[in-house]
């Protein structure tokens, strides 16, 4: 079946610090490839999302690049902010199903 | 502003009694859908719905209970079959169940027992 899975947390990382939280999928047929942002007490948040291979999804200073060959969507941000503190879900798509990973809670400190 | 709006934000359960969490969207979607949320864990689907007055069952639908009379609507009984309620529940919908749609989420319900 389809899964996802991601790199475990907690992740610490101090401000303007290089941030990547790795994402790897199974999936049947080509799926669509999403992250998504949790701030405490919220729902999810789509931060971006990518629908074929190569694609690159971008938001706010983050971007993921749907790599095919090693079935990877890994998260990417050149320089991190406190505000950026949140737990972040990797998440795939099928034409009739939908998983998501166990999400990564990322701490950022001044 | 569209959206989806869930009620209560928390919400206390008694022994041996149902509970209704409210969910309503105003974004003209297609699909909705429920996850429970347990700390330090992804989501889980309970149900989803792909059109008004039909639902299917999810990956932990034991002890849950939906209805989709409206296409706005899609309102979750905890029922006291579910042992273990007390968790973050979520409701999203989407334009269609899956594919490259994303989906858009309310801001949760915390069930706790009392």
């Known amino acids: 079946g389809n899964s996802v899975t991601q790199m475990e947390g907690p992740v610490t990382l101090s401000e303007e610090a290089f941030l990547t939280i790795n994402c790897t999928y199974t999936?049947?047929?080509?799926?669509?490839l999403f992250w998504y942002v949790q701030y405490p007490g919220e729902g999810l948040q789509l931060l971006l999302k990518?629908?074929?291979?190569?694609d690159k999804g971008s938001n706010k200073g983050f971007e993921a690049t749907y790599r095919k060959e090693t079935t990877s969507f890994h998260l990417e941000k050149g320089s991190v902010q406190v505000s950026d503190s949140a737990v972040y879900f990797c998440a795939l798509s099928t034409y009739n199903d939908m998983r998501f990973g166990a999400g990564t809670r990322l701490t950022v400190k001044p | 502003d569209g959206g989806i709006t869930q009620s209560p934000k928390y919400l206390f359960r008694k022994e041996g009694q149902n509970v209704t969490l409210s969910c309503e969207q105003n974004?003209?979607?297609?699909?909705m859908y429920w996850y429970r949320q347990d700390p330090g864990q992804g989501l889980r689907l309970i149900y989803y719905?792909?059109?008004?007055?039909?639902?299917q069952k999810g990956d932990i639908a034991e002890g849950y209970s939906v209805s989709r009379e409206k296409k706005e609507s899609f309102p979750l009984t905890v029922t006291s079959a579910q042992k273990n309620p007390t968790a973050f529940y979520l409701c999203?919908?989407?334009?269609?169940?899956?594919?490259?749609?994303?989906?858009?989420f309310g801001d949760g319900t915390r069930l706790s027992i009392l």
């Open positions: 990518a629908t074929k291979a190569d």
């Open positions: 719905s792909q059109i008004v007055n039909d639902f």
């Open positions: 974004l003209n979607h297609d699909a």
């Open positions: 999203a919908s989407s334009m269609a169940r899956a594919g490259n749609q994303p989906q858009h």
């Open positions: 999936a049947t047929g080509y799926p669509s």
